[in-house]
């Protein structure tokens, strides 16, 4: 019913900045809670930030001030906006979508962040 196609991984030096996209197709996802979560290798996935279908959001504390979700319904779009990186935001980050009609959540294929000199 929701497939998510996550974009704008990359290379990025300390300090710099990226914007993460996240596509999505199916019917009724501008209602659904989107988040983004990452996993670096050896750790657990975790949660990095949601947006409801009303605009609130929340922050994991290691990345707040730093970065910003948004959302574009009309073109059922998430971005994760990312400053101020460090390297420990070096990761694979998953686009997630959560279903308020089903108990279901949908997930991207990730794209990879990695922040190194």
């Known amino acids: 019913q929701v497939q998510l196609v996550e974009s704008g991984g990359g290379l990025v030096q300390p300090g710099g900045s990226l914007r993460l996209s996240c596509v999505g197709s199916?019917?009724?996802?501008?209602?659904?809670?989107m988040g983004w979560y990452r996993q670096a290798p050896e750790k657990q996935r975790e949660l990095v930030t949601t947006?409801?279908?009303?605009?609130?959001?929340n922050y994991a504390d290691s990345v707040k001030g730093r970065f910003t979700i948004s959302r574009d319904n009309a073109k059922n779009t998430v971005f994760l906006q990312m400053h101020s990186l460090k390297p420990e935001d070096t990761a694979v980050y998953y686009c997630?979508?959560?279903?308020?009609?089903?108990?279901?959540?949908?997930w991207g294929q990730g794209t990879q962040v990695t922040v190194s000199s």
């Open positions: 947006i409801t279908s009303g605009g609130s959001t």
């Open positions: 199916g019917s009724l996802l501008s209602i659904y809670t």
């Open positions: 997630n979508a959560h279903s308020p009609l089903v108990p279901r959540d949908y």
